[in-house]
């Protein structure tokens, strides 16, 4: 991994650049398939929770 401040190698498991001292931020690969079904996961949720409100409303 390298530091995106300084372009310094960062050996795995540290937490700090050795050479400038900036924080390691670790971001994960995006993987767009599990991000599609994430979405469409959410999109599935958020109509039935709309439908339970609707139905309470009715009521």
């Known amino acids: ?3 995106t401040n300084c372009g310094a190698d960062i050996p795995e498991g540290h937490m ?3 050479a400038c001292g ?3 931020h670790m971001v994960p690969e995006f ?3 599990i ?3 994430i979405h469409r996961s959410l ?6 929770i709309s ?3 609707e139905e309470r409303i009715r009521k």
Do not use: L, Q, S, T
């Not at 999109?43 to 039935?48: A, D, I, N, S």
């Open 1 to 3: 991994m390298k530091c």
């Open 16 to 18: 700090y650049c050795d």
């Open 22 to 24: 900036r924080e390691v």
């Open 31 to 33: 993987e767009p398939e």
């Open 35 to 37: 991000e599609n079904e």
């Open 43 to 48: 999109r599935g949720v958020g109509k039935h």
């Open 51 to 53: 439908g339970k409100e």
